[in-house]
């Protein structure tokens, strides 16, 4: 059930994600660890508080983590699927021209930047360990988990980064 939530929880801005992360029983013991790919139409409301001025974003991907056991993890990768207008722009470009324009992008994006962030991010709650380059990640278990093109990517990014999968219908 907690997947399935957080699935539906990331087509909502930050400060939502954020919000129900914490106070949602749903997700008890979860942590929010981070948001990742900002959307390119973001920030989707500026809001003013006092002086201050903050920005509500739209993520691609978010990043929950839960302690099992004593350094015993479980993180959960997750994708969400077309949204934007840029999302179904690029979706039609990929039905009018038969070629994959938009989603190789977003693909090389997860290949380079993506995985290197979280492990670091990971890395700084000692969650895992990076010694000589290499990740040491025996004490975690990661799912990835998206819906529609997040699917896709949920997949994909269980393949690049070499994680034990299984595709759920």
């Given at each position: ?10 087509y ?17 013991d ?6 990742y790919?900002?959307?390119?139409s973001?920030?989707?409301?500026q809001s ?14 978010g990043?929950w983590y ?11 990768i ?68 998206g ?8 997949l ?6 070499k ?7």
């Open positions: 059930l907690n997947y399935a939530k957080m699935s539906e929880l990331i909502k801005p930050s400060d939502v994600i954020k919000k129900i992360t914490k106070n949602d029983k749903i997700f008890t979860w942590v929010l660890l981070n948001l790919l900002p959307e390119d973001s920030p989707i409301l003013e508080i006092g002086k201050d001025i903050f920005e509500i974003y739209n993520y691609t991907c990043v839960k302690k099992i056991h004593t350094d015993k993890y479980k993180v959960t997750c994708f969400r699927g077309s949204e934007s207008l840029l999302d179904f722009t690029i979706n039609d470009k990929l039905i009018m021209e038969g070629n994959e324009i938009g989603l190789m992008p977003r693909i090389q994006k997860i290949q380079n930047e993506l995985w290197d962030k979280i492990i670091n991010d990971l890395s700084k709650k000692n969650i895992v360990k990076i010694i000589k380059d290499n990740i040491v990640k025996d004490n975690v278990d990661f799912f990835s988990t819906h529609s093109l997040g699917g896709f990517l949920a994909q990014m269980s393949n690049l980064s994680l034990n999968h299984e595709t759920w219908k």
